[in-house]
Every structure is written in C-alpha cells, then in structure tokens.
C-alpha cells in the first residue's frame, strides 16, 4: 500500500525493504536506550516519535526526497497492533504538554528539544501533529512536523522536513496522510 502512496510533487514513495526497517529499528532502539532525557517522564515520547512499538505488527515505511530542495517526506503505516497500543497513539497528545521541552545527552553531547503542537495539518479524523524543533550544540536547528492518526486501526504517520518553510512542511505531512488514509479501507 506504502508503494502506491503519492507525495505532494505527486512522486510514488521509494518503500524500505522489511530486513532494513528492522535492522533500522533494532538500531535506532538501542541508541535511545543510551540518551538521557529530562525530564525523564519524556523519554517515552522521545521513544516513540523515533521507535514506534511494533511487536506483533506489521510495519511499511516508504520515503521521497526533493534533490532540488532537501525536503524530505516519510510514511509508516502499522497494522495489527492490540488495542492497548492503539490507545497509547491517541494519548500521546496529552503527553505532548507535559513535554514540550526537553533536553537530551547522549555521549556528552547535549541537545535540546522543544515539541509544539499544530492544527491544520491534513484533513485525517483525528490527527494528532506536532512540530519538533531539536537545538544542536552548534547552535542549529533542525526541525520536523509530525502527523499522526488511526484509520480502522492502522497507525498512520507522516513526517515532514526541510523545504521551504514550516507551512510546506506542514502541507507535505498533511498531504502525504491524507494520500495514505484514502488508500486504508
């Protein structure tokens, strides 16, 4: 289904193959394990915007990349999640206030976070977005919008970076969610 989504330049998405989504969450799991996050009651949304749990699911993700702009698009699509983790999709908003800055240390190096939630992006039941906005030691930024819903239960999430501004970014997740909402019956 991830292969016949369409990004907002109306370019088909490049899927991950199952072997590198896995190898890819082994790894991304084991480095947050290492990141310390405060206050530490953050670190699960930290987790989960990065490592959604996946056990006993199924997962596809598939991504586009403007050479032109740098903006980048990813969709994850997961389905067959027990209702309990269903659930956890739809609280997260409530966590977002409590989180909506943090900070996070992983080998010295210190970044911090501030997570900002949106309106208005795509027109999905439901949708819970969010902008985060990570500040480098260096003192640059690098931003993300984040869409988020559950349609007949399968998790649906976008993410948006780079391009022109934040509202591309917004439109780009927006669009990409509501592509891929259409296609979930």
Do not use: H, W
Request: aromatic letters at 2%.
């Amino acid at each position: 289904m991830v292969g016949q989504v369409r990004d907002s330049a109306d370019r088909r998405l490049t899927v991950l193959p199952a072997v590198d989504i896995t190898k890819t969450l082994d790894q991304t799991k084991t480095m947050l394990a290492s990141i310390d996050v405060k206050p530490a009651e953050c670190k699960e949304l930290a987790a989960a915007s990065a490592v959604p749990n996946v056990d006993g699911a199924t997962m596809a993700i598939g991504m586009s990349t403007d050479a032109g702009t740098g903006a980048a698009t990813a969709l994850s699509l997961i389905a067959g999640l027990d209702q309990s983790l269903l659930g956890k999709v739809a609280s997260s908003a409530d966590q977002l206030a409590k989180c909506s800055s943090m900070t996070m240390t992983a080998s010295g190096m210190e970044v911090s976070v501030t997570v900002k939630a949106l309106q208005g992006v795509g027109s999905v039941p439901g949708v819970f977005a969010y902008r985060t906005d990570a500040t480098l030691p260096d003192g640059r930024t690098q931003s993300t919008v984040t869409a988020q819903a559950v349609q007949q239960g399968v998790v649906l999430t976008s993410v948006a970076s780079g391009g022109a501004s934040e509202d591309d970014a917004v439109q780009r997740a927006g669009a990409l969610l509501d592509s891929a909402a259409a296609l979930v019956k």
